[in-house]
Structure formats: structure tokens, C-alpha cells
């Protein structure tokens, strides 16, 4: 039975069931079969789409472009330094954030927003800067769907793609292990990679380990929801600092750095 999904926000991959989520994925194989043929469709003919970009990007931008225009649409893609929008909606200080997106459902039929905003504490570690709550904020004002292009804790289409290669390789993916794994890079990550795949990889009945060195503590709640969707699907779901023995039956493995977590 067919999912109506028309309207929807995709925020985080936990805001939708596994169903909803495999309509996505289904639809996704089709077009990818299809290849260049899906231009024909123009299912987004004459669809303005506005992605706005208050961190930089290459991957992202290029492949949210990409789709658009090839489904017959095009992308407004402005500066956001550019805007007079005022993220943290004090008075005097530009446009807030509910009439920016009240405006913009007048012109467009989408958002994506992408804000990994992090903020650095007094012992200088990096936490994240209330991104995610922006774009909730942001989806709440407006009318049109708005799409997480990635903050500090969710980067939804980024790991629907990554069960869509787990999926392409193993089939089902229900019962395999997969292990997300602190590992050591000269530029410091955010979370929302190894959050975000965490948590879609319970929601497919996969067995979930995190395995990091002392201190580098994913995001407590964020992981307290992976353990309850790992619980629900009947799979194992455990954190180790000990990177060999997690390893032991590991089906996928993801390596990722991310930053140091420190008491507040």
C-alpha cells in the first residue's frame, strides 16, 4: 500500500517509519535503474526549490542541485550572508525566523537547509550550536516540506543513501552488524554522521556498536534513541572503547572522527 508522503519535512530519519522509509528507497532504486531516462519525467517542472547553505559544502550542494534540474526544477541558492535573516530572532537585528519562512512558502516549493553551527565552550570543545533546532523552528513556520541538508546531530539524506549502498552490497541488511568507529583525522567532525547512521541502521534491524576512545561520548540522548530503536527491533546495541573485540562479526564498518565531549 502506497505511503502519502506529499508535504512531509525530512528532518531526521526518526521522525519517519521504516515503511515511509522504504517507499523512499524504492522509489530511489527506480530511479537510479532509470538513469538519465528519470529526466524525462519532469516531476519537479517548474518547482523553484531554495537551499540555503550556512555551511559550506560541495557534495551536498552539487547533488541536491543536480536532482532538482534533472527532475525539471531549478534552484535558488542565494548567500545566506547575503540575507537579512536573523537566526537567533532578536529584535532589531534583521528578519526572524518565522517571517523569512512565511515569506518564502510565497515563492518556492522547498527548503533545504544545511547549518552544522557549532559553538566552542570554555574549555574549547566544540557542541552543537542549536542548528537543528533552527531548522525544526524553520519547518514549523512555513507551509512548504523543508529537507535536513545536515546539522550537527541529522544528516537524513546522507544516510538513507548509505542503507541504499548497505542494502545494494548485502541485501537485507536485518541481523547484520555494523560498527560506527571514532577514527583519527587531521579536520574535526561533527556528530551527525555517525549519529545519523546509528540510528537508520537500528531502524533497519541491523546490530549497532560504537566504539570510541575514552571521552568521545556520541550525543547522550541521540544515542539513548539508537539503543530504544535497536531494543524495538529485537537487535543488540552497545558503546565499547575497545576497538578489536567490537570488530569480531562486524558486517559494516563506518570510520568517522568526531569531536571530544567534555563535562559541562
Known sequence: MTINLKGRDFLATSDWTKSELDQVLDLTVQFKR????????????????????????????????????????????????????????????????????RVVERYVDAVGIRILAPIVDEAGAPRDGGGDAIVRKFADYTKVPVI??????????????????????????????????????????????????????????????????????????AMSLVQKECTKAGRKFEISHNLKKALEGTDVVFPRNWWLKTES
Not at 524525462?40 to 541536491?64: A, C, E, M
Not at 543536480?66 to 534552484?75: C, N, R
Not at 550572508?81 to 529584535?91: G, I, V, W, Y
Open 148 to 221: 535536513n541538508m545536515a546539522t550537527c546531530l541529522h544528516h537524513p539524506t546522507q544516510v538513507l543513501a548509505d542503507v541504499m549502498a548497505m542494502k545494494e552490497k548485502l541485501g537485507d541488511v536485518r541481523g547484520k552488524k555494523i560498527v560506527m568507529m571514532w577514527a583519527y583525522l587531521p579536520i574535526l567532525r561533527a556528530w551527525q554522521s555517525p549519529l545519523s547512521d546509528a540510528l537508520i541502521s537500528a531502524t533497519y534491524g541491523m546490530d549497532v556498536a560504537v566504539v570510541y576512545p575514552e571521552g568521545y561520548a556520541l550525543d547522550a540522548p
Open 34 to 101: 532509470m538513469g538519465t531516462a528519470s529526466r524525462s519525467l519532469d516531476i519537479l517542472k517548474g518547482k523553484p526549490v531554495l537551499l540555503l547553505f550556512f555551511r559550506r559544502s560541495t557534495r551536498t550542494r552539487t547533488s541536491f542541485t543536480a536532482a532538482t534540474q534533472e527532475l525539471g526544477g531549478f534552484v535558488q541558492c542565494p548567500d545566506p550572508a547575503d540575507l537579512r535573516l536573523n537566526l537567533e530572532e532578536k529584535p532589531g537585528a534583521g528578519e526572524s525566523l518565522k517571517d523569512t519562512a
